[in-house]
């Protein structure tokens, strides 16, 4: 499994775009991007995951760079319901490996 | 989308003694997880569910101390044996309703176990 690396905390405003990076440089040319997050008291939900190509959906979007060793996830205006603690988990499979990830603050 | 039902969502045990937690799914699912998150802590995952045959665990994680069983494609229990305080955590199932990359893990509410 790609070892990760994310910012442990980030602040944001309240309407503006969130920006969370994630660097996983030995990741797998198998190895889908995914992005989960965990809001206080509840189990992890699903946001959006890729494998080069940059995704969109209703939630986030997922910005991988070419070399695929680094990705962005972008949560376009941040509310307040979003701040949780968002995972990056490079995965072959289901089986999903949590790193640390980073705590999200969405500010008022 | 998939519906992760976990029972108890919150127990208080004594040490020695052993909890059964139940996960129960609304749709057919192909693969079934147990996670341990500690307080403060990251998910750790402790076993794929495997059904009709033995779990498959990860390192540091024993059968004897964590038997799980997974008699469908649609429920799974999780047992912590002999619980020590060390075994307070919250307990997580995840399930999967498809193979391969290409699909999304689904996470129940949580356990939540204080052994005291």
Redesign the interface.
């Known amino acids: 499994d790609a070892k990760t690396t994310q910012p442990p905390s980030m602040d944001c405003a309240e309407g503006r775009a969130a920006n969370l990076p994630c660097n996983h440089s030995t990741i797998s040319g ?3 991007v ?1 992005w ?1 997050r ?1 809001i206080h008291s ?5 946001i959006i ?1 890729g ?1 080069k190509n940059n995704e969109t959906n209703e939630m986030a979007s997922l910005i991988i760079t070419e070399d695929r060793k680094s990705s962005t996830l972008i949560l376009p205006h941040a509310t307040l319901r979003d701040t949780a ?1 968002y ?1 990056c988990i490079p ?11 980073t705590r999200l603050t969405i500010n008022p | 989308s998939a519906v ?1 039902s976990q029972k108890p969502s919150r127990d208080i045990c004594q040490r020695g003694t052993s909890l059964t937690i139940q996960c129960q799914v609304d749709s057919q699912v192909t ?1 079934m ?1 147990w ?1 341990r998150q500690q307080p403060g802590q ?4 402790i076993a ?1 569910a495997n059904q009709g045959s033995e779990a498959t665990y990860e390192s540091g994680f024993v059968i004897d101390k964590f038997p799980i069983s997974r008699p469908n494609l649609t429920f799974s229990t999780l047992t912590v044996s002999n619980m020590s305080p060390e075994d307070s955590s919250i307990y ?1 199932c ?1 399930a ?1 309703a498809g193979w ?11 356990t939540r176990l204080t052994v005291v």
């Open positions: 198998n190895e889908y995914y989960y965990q509840q189990g992890p939900q699903y995951h494998l603690v995972y995965s072959t499979a289901q089986k999903l490996v949590f790193g640390q990830g | 992760i693969m997880f996670y990251s998910l750790t995952l794929t997580l995840s999967c391969g990359m290409n699909t999304e893990a689904f996470f129940g509410q949580g």
